[in-house]
């Protein structure tokens, strides 16, 4: 089996990770909705300890953070009112970090959170991490990609589920997960497998 150019490749883009200390750090969606219920996530665990590694070396490196919640409403699993709709503790919001609150999969969508960025005087690089992979990640990278931001993407910070694939078989959630951060690295940012490759850059 061959393996096919990336678009970005054939586009010439560069594919040189961001360095923490010159990118703005955007953790999406980090929700107890996602560690338990009916939308607990294959990895959700492990994700969010990467997830806590990477906000605590952003915090290190002086790097400009923003948090992303979805609300979904007062009785729903995305209920930013409640406990479960809570971002989790492990990497919870400080004091003076903004927290942005979307309901579209895409974070730029009908919220400030490009405006944020522009009041932070940020440059073009953006890490991105969070949940879903397959949905506010993937969505948001090329949200991100689309206004002329260069996002890089954290893989072990991530997560999703599995779900049913249109022929009726199970996509399990490690092949979905892989097809969207494929999928992002096709065009719209660079991936990065760990929060290592991006500690010290």
């Keep these: ?39 607990k996530l294959e990895g959700a665990e492990e994700a969010v300890a990467a997830g806590a590694r990477l906000l605590a070396a952003a915090r290190a490196a002086g790097t400009r953070i923003i948090h992303v919640v979805n609300d979904g409403g007062e009785g729903t699993p995305y209920d930013v009112r409640s406990e479960i709709g809570a971002i989790s503790p492990e990497v919870a919001p400080l004091d003076g970090e903004p927290v942005v609150v979307k309901r579209f999969p895409n974070a730029f969508h009908e919220t400030v959170l490009e405006k944020t960025l522009r009041d932070l005087g940020v440059g073009e690089h953006l890490v991105l991490a969070g949940f879903m992979t397959h949905m506010c990640v993937a969505f948001t990278a090329q949200g991100a990609f689309h206004l002329g931001y260069r996002p890089t993407v954290v893989a072990e910070a991530s997560a999703t589920r599995a779900l049913a694939a249109p022929d009726g078989t199970v996509l399990p959630a490690a092949a979905l997960h892989n097809a969207a951060l494929t999928t992002i690295g096709d065009l719209f940012g660079v991936v990065v497998p760990t929060v290592d490759a991006l500690i010290g850059r």
């Excluded at 923490?20 to 969606?29: F, G, K, N, P, S």
Aim: proline letters at 3%; glycine letters at 8%.
């Design 1 to 39: 089996m061959s393996i096919s150019m990336t678009l970005r490749t054939l586009s010439g883009f560069d594919e040189t990770p961001a360095g923490l200390a010159e990118a703005t750090l955007v953790m999406i969606d980090y929700q107890n909705t996602y560690r338990t219920g009916v939308m």
